[in-house]
């Protein structure tokens, strides 16, 4: 498989030369594609797992975000895993408990 340019949730590649704006989506899932987990920066082994040490810290890494840094990786698609979509049910359970 080639590393392409796509999104972070059902792989549809981001045909375009730019890299995403904070609204746009994914034409296939709606999924926003500005999101840490798209980003070259992007790395869970490191603080806030983010390589980019200018970069502010971002809590939710699916959900679109302001960072200045932020450049679309070039990477072959890889589905999210169980680990990732069980946490991603858990913080979507608090944010609705607490608002």
Request: charged share 30%; hydrophobic share 30%; with cysteine.
């Amino acid at each position: 498989m080639a590393a392409t340019k796509h999104c972070w949730k059902c792989g549809t590649e981001w045909s375009f030369a730019r890299s995403p704006g904070r609204t746009e989506t994914c034409v296939k899932c709606q999924a926003d594609l500005k999101v840490c987990l798209n980003c070259t920066s992007y790395d869970r082994t490191v603080a806030y797992q983010c390589r980019d040490r200018r970069a502010e810290e971002v809590a939710d890494k699916t959900a679109a975000n302001y960072c200045e840094y932020f450049e679309i990786a070039r990477r072959e698609f890889a589905p999210v895993t169980e680990g990732q979509d069980r946490e991603a049910k858990a913080k979507a359970a608090l944010k609705k408990l607490l608002g």
